[in-house]
């Protein structure tokens, strides 16, 4: 499962996540194929469709003399289930604050 790094927990994801798309940051050369096969081995579920997007790094100034440096290149994808599956990790359950 080296094409999987993690799953991207954020506000947007977690919404996604509602509406059947789960976020992932892969390897910058994983395939959409493989993606499928790891999700699938992870998770046991069954992957219906994928998208895949290259994101640029950024560009941040660091240090004392605002030096500016690049962060690395990643890659994200949406994954998205057959009807009626879900992934545990984005599963967020509604509490009561008493």
Not at 28 to 42: F, P, T, V, Y
Not at 69 to 86: F, I, N
Request: aromatic content about 8%; proline content about 2%; cysteine-free.
């Amino acid at each position: 499962m080296d094409s999987i790094k993690r799953p991207i927990i954020t506000e947007k994801s977690m919404f996604l996540a509602s509406t059947g798309w789960y976020t992932f940051e892969v390897a910058l050369k994983a395939r959409k194929e493989d993606i499928i096969k790891a999700i699938n081995a992870l998770y046991n579920v069954t992957v219906r469709q994928v998208r895949t997007m290259r994101v640029a790094g950024k560009t941040r100034k660091v240090g004392k003399r605002a030096k500016p440096t690049t962060r690395v290149d990643w890659k994200k994808a949406l994954v998205r289930l057959e009807k009626g599956q879900k992934i545990a990790v984005f599963d967020v359950s509604e509490q009561s604050g008493k």
